[in-house]
């Protein structure tokens, strides 16, 4: 059942428990771990006479189980609904400034642009494929099919570099402008396409403007975004009187001979091992807000993303990647190519070279899983209404690509069993710095089905919102709203200065920051920080915030560059940064008498204060 049904059917109190009683039969009742229990409670009475009395205990008992009891499962699942529900609730419309044609005029607007943006990837594809000579997909022979389970390094390391421009930039610090790009769209197509976009409310607007919203603005859409007060109060657990990981968990001379010594961190270490026996996502989501020890940090993840009801993870991320393995063994896509060039801006950057075979691997299965279809477009949500590039065309799937495409099918349509309606299986066309997304979770586990696992569960949740066009709260167009606003709110001088004196649009020089969620930004320990906070908060809104705090670090020699070069050599270089004392010092210095910003000697921000655990 979809979103929008179980909030048609809860419109009273006395529907509640009409719909439970739904959630629980399409829902619970086809997880694993429900028939689990179900079969160790029916062994129980089977194996000794029980009294009724006796039953009733032995269900309580079961039921709440310390740990991993069936209790635990069902409030992680019901709370992952419960988001789901959250988001649906929202609507295709956001909440705007102006009146209700307004909203109808946004809409038609991002459904002109995703349709234009579409149009453009497709052109590409069937170019590219006429290029090459390749078609689309094609199936592999038993004897191919065979000798890639058997060995699939050779399968993967096709040359690509004959047919496909190479790069060796990395797609968040931008690229060299005589090297032509090959891809499908990238950050530039993204930022062009929502320039366009310009919808102002058809009633006069409020006196007062603190945000100064309609002033110097790139982004010509009123759209209600935060204040810094809002997300004061909303990140109020990362102000300085707490204690966070990344931050307090340094050496202290005075006290500490060594890290492992550290007060804070062994506490919190000792935390996250109660939290993590707790079984609970929510509490897990509350320990991340002072940030995850990196041994603890993908048994947190994975309790706090966890989609899938399971009596055993680690067969089930067997399952899953076996079946994706066996569908990367059975067609060659001509995305296939794209993947593999993308996967090797890993090798562009000194943190993540040597992940570049894994990220490959992990995005090869990420084209096959059709999981995703449902993940990021259920009703009600971002991504349903080609607010993203993707094919959703109906019928077979060879002659689907060909009637969409035009490109001739290397093999009848009758030979081909995926029973999928979209190319690629997934339905997502990849973009120009997908990899960036999965390179650093590669620091948190060993193979690459794991790191899949922890991967579509981000994309799925989160950094799908940073390439879907929507009108939608935490998607591309909403967020890049928050950071125009909020820094004019932060530096209004700053802002002035970049969009007036200098004639660069401040969202020109953060766009790519918050599309690639940061990574090559900054380094790769902060960068997971970054994302501990937003797992722990369950919003994106933490990306235009950071860019935000980096402008406002740098306002000095921002405001005395004369030109773009200038500016551009302000941000050349952020790996040293600390992110945690960053955004402190944007939402808290001039709150508390307490919090006094300082720089160390690396040039990080400071905003020390006492402290607590």
């Not at 909440?95 to 579409?118: H, M, P, Y």
């Not at 300085?240 to 506490?267: E, Q």
């Not at 299965?365 to 590039?389: C, E, K, N």
């Amino acid at each position: 059942m979809n979103g929008e049904a179980l909030q048609g059917q809860a419109k009273s109190a006395d529907d509640l428990e009409a719909v439970a009683r739904s959630v629980y039969a399409s829902h619970l009742q086809t997880t694993s771990v429900f028939w689990t229990q179900r079969r160790l409670l029916t062994d129980a009475v089977l194996q000794s006479a029980t009294t009724p009395q006796e039953l009733e205990q032995l269900v309580l008992k079961t039921f709440h189980a310390p740990g991993h009891g069936f209790r635990q499962q069902v409030e992680n699942f019901t709370s992952l609904w419960h988001r789901r529900l959250a988001s649906g609730a929202v609507g295709v419309n956001s909440r705007l400034s102006g009146a209700e044609q307004t909203d109808t005029a946004l809409e038609s607007a991002i459904q002109a642009v995703n349709k234009t943006l579409d149009t453009l990837v497709r052109r590409r594809l069937n170019r590219m494929s006429v290029e090459m000579n390749a078609p689309l997909a094609r199936r592999r022979t038993l004897a191919e099919e065979a000798a890639f389970m058997d060995n699939n390094e050779n399968e993967y390391t096709v040359n690509v570099a004959a047919n496909l421009v190479q790069n060796d930039c990395f797609p968040s610090k931008g690229w060299s402008q005589e090297v032509p790009k090959t891809c499908l769209y990238d950050d530039v197509d993204l930022l062009d396409a929502i320039r366009p976009i310009k919808v102002r409310p058809t009633v006069p607007a409020a006196p007062q403007d603190p945000l100064g919203s309609k002033i110097w603005s790139s982004l010509s859409v009123d759209m209600d975004t935060r204040s810094l007060e809002d997300m004061r109060l909303a990140f109020r657990e990362l102000h300085p009187v707490f204690k966070h990981v990344g931050l307090d968990d340094g050496i202290d001379p005075a006290t500490s001979s060594s890290l492992g010594d550290d007060p804070f961190l062994l506490k919190h270490v000792e935390v996250g091992l109660t939290v993590l026996a707790s079984a609970s996502s929510r509490v897990a989501r509350q320990y991340a807000k002072q940030g995850i020890p990196a041994n603890l940090r993908p048994k947190v993840w994975d309790l706090i993303m966890q989609s899938d009801m399971t009596d055993c993870y680690a067969a089930h991320v067997r399952r899953i990647h076996t079946r994706l393995k066996v569908m990367v063994s059975r067609h060659d896509l001509l995305v296939d190519r794209l993947i593999q060039l993308d996967a090797k801006h890993a090798g562009n950057d000194d943190g993540y070279f040597v992940f570049e075979d894994m990220v490959r691997d992990v995005l090869l299965l990420w084209t096959r899983d059709v999981w995703l279809q449902r993940a990021v477009g259920p009703p009600g949500r971002a991504g349903t209404s080609s607010s993203h590039p993707k094919t959703d065309a109906k019928g077979q799937y060879a002659s689907t690509l060909a009637s969409i495409y035009g490109v001739p099918m290397s093999a009848k349509p009758s030979e081909w069993t995926m029973d999928n309606e979209a190319y690629p299986p997934n339905g997502i066309l990849p973009f120009w710095g997908i990899s960036l997304y999965a390179m650093p979770v590669c620091f948190l586990h060993e193979t690459a089905e794991h790191v899949y696992m922890t991967f579509r569960e981000l994309y799925s949740r989160y950094f799908f919102n940073l390439h879907t066009i929507s009108s939608q709260p935490g998607t591309l167009l909403h967020l890049c709203a928050t950071f125009q606003n909020l820094l004019k709110q932060a530096d209004a001088l700053v802002y002035f200065h970049l969009s007036t004196t200098l004639s660069l649009a401040p969202l020109d020089l953060a766009f790519k920051w918050m599309l690639y969620a940061f990574v090559g930004v900054l380094d790769c320990e902060q960068v997971l920080l970054l994302w501990d906070r937003i797992l722990a908060y369950d919003s994106l809104e933490l990306l235009p915030l950071t860019a935000v705090a980096l402008i406002v670090f740098r306002r000095d020699l921002v405001l005395q560059s004369q030109n773009s070069n200038e500016i551009e050599a302000c941000f050349s270089d952020l790996s040293m940064l600390k992110w945690v004392p960053l955004v402190q010092q944007l939402l808290f210095h001039s709150c508390d008498s307490d919090v006094r910003p300082t720089s160390n000697a690396q040039g990080n921000p400071t905003t020390r204060t006492r402290g607590k655990s």
